[in-house]
C-alpha cells in the first residue's frame, strides 16, 4: 500500500455503512480474542478450582497454552493496525490515514498532530543542527520523520 494513503468519506450515509462494517469486524475478532482468552485461562485452573502455575503444566499443555497466547496476541494486533481502530487514540469512527513505516492507520486527527510535532521538530533541528543527539532524541526524529 502507498505511503499516507487516506481514506475520507464526505457522506453520513456512507460513513454510518463504514462505522457499521468496522464495528462487525471488530466484535468478531474481539469474540474471536475473548474465545481465545478463556481457552488458556482455562489451564490456569485446574478440575478442584485451584489455581495452577505454569510450572506445573505438561509440556503438551504448555505448548498449547503458548499457542493460544500467541494467535490472542496476533489478533490484538493485527486489530491495533488495522483500518478498524487508529494506532494512537484507537478510535474508529473516524477517516483514516496510512502510514507505512508503522504498517498502521491513524484517524485525521491524531496524523494531523504528528505531522504539525514533526515539522516543528523538523525546525528546531535546522536551527541547531550540530547539536549532538541521545538515543531518545534519535528514535523521537525518526518517529517523525514518517509524518513529514
Same mark, same amino acid.
Given at each position: =500500500?502507498? $505511503?499516507?494513503?487516506? #481514506? #475520507? #468519506?464526505?457522506?453520513?450515509?456512507?460513513? *454510518?455503512?463504514?462505522?457499521?462494517?468496522? $464495528?462487525?469486524?471488530?466484535?468478531?475478532?474481539?469474540? %474471536? *480474542?475473548?474465545?481465545?482468552?478463556?481457552?488458556?485461562? @482455562?489451564?490456569?485452573? $485446574?478440575?478442584? /478450582?485451584?489455581?495452577?502455575?505454569?510450572?506445573?503444566?505438561?509440556?503438551?499443555?504448555?505448548?498449547?497454552?503458548?499457542?493460544?497466547? %500467541?494467535?490472542?496476541?496476533?489478533? +490484538?494486533? =493485527?486489530?491495533?493496525?488495522?483500518?478498524? +481502530?487508529?494506532?494512537?487514540? /484507537?478510535? @474508529? &469512527?473516524? $477517516? =483514516?490515514?496510512?502510514?507505512?513505516?508503522?504498517?498502521?492507520?491513524?484517524? +485525521?486527527?491524531?496524523? /494531523?498532530? %504528528?505531522?504539525?510535532?514533526?515539522? *516543528?521538530?523538523?525546525?528546531?533541528?535546522?536551527?541547531?543542527?550540530?547539536?549532538?543527539?541521545?538515543?531518545?532524541?534519535?528514535?523521537?526524529?525518526? &518517529?517523525?520523520? +514518517?509524518?513529514?
Amino acid at each position: =500500500m502507498r $505511503d499516507k494513503r487516506s #481514506i #475520507i #468519506i464526505k457522506s453520513p450515509r456512507l460513513q *454510518r455503512i463504514r462505522n457499521n462494517l468496522r $464495528d462487525v469486524f471488530f466484535q468478531a475478532a474481539r469474540s %474471536e *480474542r475473548k474465545r481465545l482468552y478463556n481457552e488458556w485461562r @482455562g489451564f490456569l485452573v $485446574d478440575p478442584e /478450582g485451584k489455581r495452577r502455575s505454569i510450572n506445573n503444566f505438561s509440556p503438551e499443555e504448555l505448548s498449547r497454552f503458548r499457542q493460544l497466547q %500467541e494467535r490472542e496476541n496476533e489478533i +490484538t494486533d =493485527m486489530i491495533n493496525r488495522s483500518i478498524l +481502530t487508529c494506532a494512537a487514540c /484507537g478510535k @474508529g &469512527h473516524r $477517516d =483514516m490515514v496510512y502510514n507505512k513505516a508503522y504498517d498502521a492507520w491513524y484517524c +485525521t486527527e491524531c496524523y /494531523g498532530l %504528528e505531522r504539525v510535532t514533526a515539522q *516543528r521538530r523538523a525546525k528546531a533541528r535546522a536551527r541547531n543542527p550540530n547539536k549532538a543527539k541521545s538515543c531518545e532524541e534519535k528514535v523521537i526524529e525518526s &518517529h517523525s520523520k +514518517t509524518f513529514l
